[in-house]
C-alpha cells in the first residue's frame, strides 16, 4: 500500500517508534542474551557477518514499511537505504581489487539496486562500472580508477543523494535538514582527519585531497560548524591529558564526537514537531542503533569484557 499516511499521521508513528529504540539497559540486555556459551566456542567471521544481516533486517524492517506511506517523504528514506547500499558498492569494489574482506551485506528488500548474488562474480571494476551505468551510483566511476579514488566517489555520492532528497522538501524543512546534514558532516570530517592521519598514517595533503570530495559537494559553511563542534569537544571533555598536550586517539577522539553528536540529534528530534525534524532525526538514530548493536557483536567476537563493550555504545545513559 502506496501514499497511505499524511504528515500527522507520519510524524506520531516516528514518535512511537523513537520510544522504542535502545537504552543503555536494553543493549546490556541484547550483550547478555547474546553472550556465546562457556563451551569456549567463538563464531567465524562468515557467522558474524550473518549474524549482522540479520540484525540489520530486523532494525530496518520498520523503515521498509514506510518508505512508501507519505510521498513527501519519501526521498528521505530512499535516500538513507542508499547508503546501506553504498556500503554494499564499497564491499564489491574491495573485492574487485583483492582487498582481504568480511562478505558482510546489508539486505535492502525490494529497494536494493545491487544483489548480494553479485559477491559471488568477482567482477572487476570495470564490470561494475558497465552494470550500474545510468543509475545513481554512475558517478562513483567518472574518473580515475585507484581504490582510494573509488571510495572517496563512493562516499560523496552517499552524500549527494542525501542532499539531493532535500529538493523535495519544502523551504522551511529544507533549511532544517541542510542544518541536520551539515552538522554531521562536520563531525565526519573531525573523525576521518584524525583516523587518516593516526591509523593510516596519511600525510596531511592526502588527507585534504581526499576531503575536498565532499567539501565540493556540500553547501553551507563547513569550516564553522567543524570549529563548533571542535569547541563542544573540549568543553565537553574538559580532558586533563588534553590540557597538558596530550591528544586523545582516534577511537577516544570519534566517541566524545559521537556522543556529541547523539545528543544534538536528540535535541533536533524534539525542535518541532510539524517538521521534517522528527522524520530525519529518527532515521540518524536508527543507524547508530544498527552500529550499536554490531559493537556488541564484535565485542563478543573478540571477548572483550561486557563493561568494555558497553562502554563504547552511543546511546543514552
Known sequence: MKQYADREYLHTRIYAMKGRLYGLREYAAVLREREPSRDGERRDEGDR???????????????????EASDYHRPLFLAFLRQYEIKNLKLLLAKAFKKQVIEQWYPLGSYALLDRELLDENLSPGGLKERLEETYLAPVFQSGNTFDR????????????ILHSADSLNSNDRELFLELVHMRAAVLLASWRRRLADSYGWSRERIEDWLEAFRDILEGDLPSLSLKMEEELERETGDPGARAGVSPDAEDLEYRLEMLWYRWIRHFFYRDFHSVCPVAAYLWLLSRQVLNLFGIVDGLRFQLPHDVILGRIVTDS
Open 49 to 67: 557477518a550473518a549474524e549482522k544481516e540479520i540484525l540489520f533486517t530486523d532494525v530496518m524492517n520498520d523503515v521498509f514499511r514506510l518508505v
Open 150 to 161: 573509488f571510495m572517496i566517489r563512493a562516499d560523496a555520492t552517499g552524500i549527494r543523494e
